[in-house]
């Protein structure tokens, strides 16, 4: 398994946390990639109401990478 893990030092945000996880499919093929993330904005009131935006947002950049890994590596 290897990881890539950032850690927000300054920014805009409370925090801001994401890990990528990748690692051999155990039905060899291909690869099993994982992505988590966390996000803390300053203001409680701002943090709800862009929630659903910043949702729509990581699953639109998730297909993104995955539609992407398809065309290089299919």
Do not use: H
Request: contains cysteine; proline residues 3%.
């Amino acid at each position: 398994i290897y990881e890539i893990n950032v850690k927000m030092i300054k920014g805009p945000f409370k925090s801001l946390m994401n890990q990528w996880r990748f690692s051999d499919d155990p039905a060899g093929k291909g690869s099993i990639i994982e992505f988590e993330i966390e996000l803390e904005l300053k203001s409680k009131l701002f943090s709800m109401i862009l929630g659903q935006v910043f949702d729509f947002a990581y699953k639109k950049m998730v297909a993104a990478f995955c539609e992407r890994a398809d065309e290089i590596y299919k």
